[in-house]
């Protein structure tokens, strides 16, 4: 089982461009999780979504939007991209009750 | 509201030091408890976890008892090598939060021979 892919690993992004960071995960869990992680400063939850249809909003939710039309993949969209959302951004999934299993994450920079 | 507290780092060992590395949380409701550990370059893996109170979580020589009465979560090991390098994260999964899990900032241990 591959468990959580994130694309791409490594992306630069100037300002106001925008990207999608994909996330997918075959272990059909119906819980999925973006996090951010600056330096010094642990995770933060952008968005999550407990099953297909549903997204809320986590912690650090302005500047990304999401989706999950499916159980498999849950990606994650900046629309104009600042240098604040200079991060290491990822994706986990699990099902209710245990631990998660994360991706290997995305490094972005935005210059 | 709830929150992971741990311990600021960075630690520095010799190999076969004894580690401790504080975490304390605050919850509503009853968490599980975790340990994740991150190698250089790579996502978060789950290290132990603990499900409810007086529970031992252990793995890899780690372990970490869930203590209700000092809401404590502390990871020890009794023997570090230098392969155990690697910053440590404690986090929590509260109930009706939509499994949320809720990281401290980390702690980084790095272990010289």
């Known amino acids: 089982n591959a468990g959580v892919t994130q694309t791409p690993k490594f992306r630069i992004l100037k300002i106001g461009q925008s990207m999608t960071l994909q996330c997918t995960q075959d272990?059909?869990?119906?819980?999925m999780y973006w996090y951010r992680q600056d330096p010094g400063m642990g995770l933060k939850l952008i968005y999550y979504?407990?099953?297909?249809?549903?997204?809320d909003k986590g912690e650090v939710p302005n500047g990304y939007n999401v989706s999950r039309s499916t159980t498999e993949d849950f990606p994650l969209r900046l629309e104009l991209a600042a240098p604040s959302q200079t991060s290491v951004y990822f994706c986990?999934?699990?099902?209710?009750?245990?631990?998660?299993?994360f991706g290997s994450g995305t490094r972005l920079t935005v210059v | 509201g709830n929150s992971v507290t741990q311990m600021e780092g960075p630690v520095t060992l010799s190999e076969e030091a004894f580690l401790t590395i504080n975490c304390t949380y605050t919850a509503t409701g009853y968490p599980s408890l975790f340990w994740y550990v991150q190698y250089p370059g790579e996502g978060l893996q789950l290290l132990l976890k603990a499900t409810k109170a007086d529970d031992k979580g252990s793995n890899k020589g780690f372990e970490a008892t869930y203590r209700k009465e000092t809401t404590s979560f502390h990871l020890e090991k009794g023997s570090v090598q230098v392969s155990d390098s690697a910053v440590y994260f404690c986090a929590l999964s509260a109930p009706n939060t939509g499994n949320q899990f809720y990281f401290g900032t980390g702690t980084s241990l790095t272990v010289i021979p």
């Open positions: 272990m059909n869990h119906n819980y």
């Open positions: 979504s407990v099953g297909a249809g549903i997204t």
């Open positions: 986990a999934s699990t099902p209710e009750g245990y631990g998660y299993t």
